[in-house]
Structure formats: C-alpha cells, structure tokens
C-alpha cells in the first residue's frame, strides 16, 4: 500500500498530521475504524497509526518514524457539557530534556539512542 506522505520526511509527516485538524477519526478514516479491537487506554493512538498513518501499532521502544526520529503522541479529547474540549487521557512525555539539545544517534538494529550534552 502506497502511503499519502512520506514516513522519510518530517515535513510530509507533519503537513499529514496537519490534515486531521478540525476532523474525527470517523470523518477521516476508512469505514474500518468501527469495527476495530482496540481497547483500553491508547486505543485513539493505535487506532490512529493503523486506520490514518496506515502502521501496524507496536511496542517498541524505539520512535514510530524511526528513520526520521519522529514518535507519534495523541491525546484524545471529550467534550463536557457547556461544549469545551478537555484531554480524556494523560499525556506523559519522560524524556525530553529542557536544558540541553538533543542528540540522536541509530543504534545496530535502528533503534533511536538519545544523547545529551550536559
């Protein structure tokens, strides 16, 4: 299956992220969605990467556009009652440091190692 962007290119990656605003996973995806077998907490992600970035969801520690070093992160939303939009789930980002730049280096079975100065 041939992919509408480019999983070698952050820009294409990210101009194709950049298409779900203002969309559900419904309006988006192929009628498949509906009848997935995700459940539990991540579900909105798995279902994201399977039915919209079309990749098989995985647990691997590495980044999900390793050769680009890009990681997918979702955070599904819920509507209250006066119609404002809160996050359903916690978002845990642990490794990002503030202080210092990254530096990202492949490892033998292309696997992302960060690296950081300090």
Do not use: W
């Not at 962007?5 to 294409?12: A, F, L, R």
């Not at 996973?25 to 459940?39: A, K, V």
């Not at 279902?47 to 599904?76: C, H, Q, R, V, W």
């Amino acid at each position: 299956m041939k992919l509408p962007y480019n999983p070698k290119d952050k820009k294409s990656v990210i101009d194709y992220a950049k298409l779900l605003r203002g969309k559900t996973l419904r309006q988006i995806c192929c009628p498949h969605i509906l009848e997935h077998n995700y459940t539990g907490k991540g579900n909105f992600g798995q279902m994201l990467e399977k039915f919209y970035f079309g990749y098989d969801p995985n647990s691997k520690s590495g980044a999900d556009f390793f050769e680009i070093g890009m990681e997918l992160k979702t955070s599904p939303l819920k509507q209250l009652r006066n119609n404002e939009y809160r996050p359903k789930e916690r978002l845990v980002l642990n490794i990002i440091t503030l202080l210092a730049p990254s530096q990202h280096t492949k490892t033998a079975d292309n696997e992302t190692d960060d690296k950081t100065e300090g």
